[in-house]
């Protein structure tokens, strides 16, 4: 059973181009977190989703970060015109629907450097 | 305002002794607590999680224990083994608030001498 997969791992972008991040869940997980790891500090929470639905959006900026579930396909973060800020490493985690576990599991990360 | 606290940033012990990391919160909705290991480059891994129903869990070598007075917990890892040299988080969740949400602390490396 594959775990969470991440790709690209490493995206490198000049400050105000477009990265998109893209996260599949784990085979038979329906709830996709989304989490930013700045340097030297812990996960902070951006996002929470399920299938073509926005649950929790209190950790996004406001501006130029956008988020979304489709009912196939990756789960994708987009940060628009990106600045050096937006550099950090970008989790995603995944967990299964409502009464079958509580446990979020992490994919690998991609690293995000703006230039 | 930081709701989950790992006061110790850093942490060494001899290979075959106790590692004891510690984890504070403030919020006394969250319910659900978990640690995650983390390696360079990598995304954090589950490890072992409590409920608030509860005051221990055992996994193998990892024990975690909660004290819900002091709104504190931790995780005894015993032996410790050089394999478990690794940045450790802890997290915690409101489930009743329905968000799922993870608040994690800024972690503790964790270095086991050999």
């Known amino acids: 059973n594959a775990g969470v997969m991440q790709n690209p791992r490493h995206l490198v972008r000049r400050r105000g181009q477009e990265a998109r991040l893209r996260c599949s869940p784990m085979k038979g997980h329906s709830h996709v977190y989304w989490y930013r790891q700045l340097p030297e500090e812990g996960l902070k929470f951006m996002v929470y989703?399920?299938?073509?639905?926005?649950?929790?959006e209190s950790g996004m900026p406001k501006e130029r970060f956008s988020a979304e579930f489709p009912k196939e396909g990756p789960s994708i973060l987009r940060i628009q015109q990106v600045v050096r800020g937006d550099s950090a490493a970008y989790f995603c985690?995944?967990?299964?629907?409502?009464?079958?576990?509580?446990?979020?599991?992490f994919g690998p990360g991609t690293r995000l450097l703006v230039l | 305002d930081q709701q989950v606290k790992q006061n110790s940033p850093s942490l060494s012990v001899q290979e075959g002794r106790i590692s004891i990391l510690n984890c504070d919160y403030t919020n006394s909705m969250f319910d659900y607590f978990l640690w995650y290991k983390k390696y360079p480059a990598e995304g954090p891994t589950f490890l072992i999680s409590i409920s608030s129903i509860k005051d221990k869990n055992e996994d193998g070598r990892f024990t975690v224990f909660l004290n819900k007075s002091a709104k504190h917990l931790s995780l005894h890892i015993v032996p410790s083994q050089p394999g478990d040299s690794a940045v450790y988080f802890c997290a915690a969740s409101a489930r009743a608030s329905n968000t799922g949400k993870l608040i994690f602390g800024q972690g503790t490396t964790l270095q086991v001498k050999p």
């Open positions: 989703l399920q299938k073509e639905n926005i649950i929790d």
């Open positions: 985690a995944s967990s299964p629907p409502e009464g079958e576990g509580e446990t979020q599991y």
